[in-house]
């Protein structure tokens, strides 16, 4: 006898927090496969140059500790810094529109991730790393403007200086909340930058409290996934470290051995965090159809367009 498969998970609906966390973990369940294996492929590569980076910086940052050592450039270490900060952010952004590009995929195929290959979504995926990109793009943008704007201050007085970072602190923890949800709007809906900007200021301040909530929850999970995957490769590389430092003469963490136990781990511990991302945007992204749905009733229309078609 053929069991009927599980409904399919309905992405627009108003939601209790314990149903958003209960969906968000039925999705992932469900399709636990297509998300590990479409993230491996676009992230394993990030993984191997971001790993590479970060043993090789953590080896010359050690060498900063070592007075004996007077042919040290602060140059490379902080070039070597750049690039894993680079490969994060080229790492984010690929994760981010990723998993919303599965999202959609599961939401307009009837046989939702089953039997998906790549080439099934990859004009919604370019589409989405150019958006997710955008946002990056924009927040660096207000970030550099606000340093600028304290660095002006700090030049005028120290008063000023204390005041404005006070009130930059305040700003930043209220506009967290509706930013985090420009991703989903903005690849979900068919707007442009700025109105889905707006929309997402109009959708945060709106639901504050509840969406920080789950930022917060998913975040923390997040963060629990990865530190997992880290576990390993920050106790070989402090073990390294000390050892290094107590008997330079022994080499070891110059040793073949020891740089390539690190590597891997480095690579485990990248795409376990990248993986812990998974988590976080899926639950902001059922934060978003529940607010939507509420405000919007898009199930509802669509349910009137699905009749006028009978």
């Known amino acids: 006898m053929n069991i009927p498969p599980n409904p399919k998970i309905q992405f627009y609906r ?49 060498s900063l500790f070592d007075i004996s050592d007077i042919n040290i450039d602060f140059v490379v270490v902080a070039g070597y810094y750049v690039l894993v900060l680079l490969c994060t952010l080229l790492g984010s952004v690929l994760l981010s529109a990723l998993v919303c590009s599965l999202m959609q995929t599961y939401e307009r195929r009837d046989r939702r991730l089953e039997g998906l290959v790549f080439a099934d979504f990859r004009a919604s995926f370019v589409t989405n790393c150019v958006k997710v990109a955008k946002i990056l793009l924009f927040t660096f943008g207000v970030f550099f ?49 700025a109105d889905a900007l707006r929309k997402s200021m109009k959708y945060g301040f709106s639901a504050w409290g509840e969406t920080f909530l789950v930022l917060l929850v998913f975040g923390l999970l997040a963060n629990i996934v990865g530190s997992m995957t880290s576990i390993p490769w920050t106790l070989v ?43 976080s945007v899926g639950g902001t992204a059922f934060q978003y159809f529940h607010l939507r749905e509420k405000r919007e009733g898009v199930t509802m229309k669509t349910d009137i367009a699905n009749f006028d078609r009978l």
Do not use: H
């Open 237 to 279: 590389t402090i073990v390294g470290s000390v050892f290094s430092l107590a008997s330079p003469d022994a080499g070891i963490a110059s040793s073949i051995w020891y740089r390539f136990l690190t590597y891997i781990l480095g690579v485990i511990m990248a795409y376990g965090t990248y993986v812990s991302v998974i988590v």
């Open 14 to 62: 108003v939601r209790t927090f314990n149903e958003k966390m209960n969906v968000t973990f039925d999705f992932l369940r469900e399709n636990l496969k297509p998300l590990l294996k479409f993230s491996f492929y676009v992230i394993l590569p990030v993984c191997l140059i971001q790993s590479f980076c970060m043993d090789t910086f953590m080896r010359v940052y050690m």
């Open 145 to 193: 403007a606000a340093v600028a704007i304290l660095s002006l201050l700090a030049w005028m007085s120290p008063w000023t200086l204390v005041l404005t970072v006070l009130l930059l602190l305040a700003g930043s923890i209220a506009f967290m909340v509706p930013v985090s949800l420009l991703t989903p709007l903005y690849l979900f809906e068919d707007l442009s930058f």
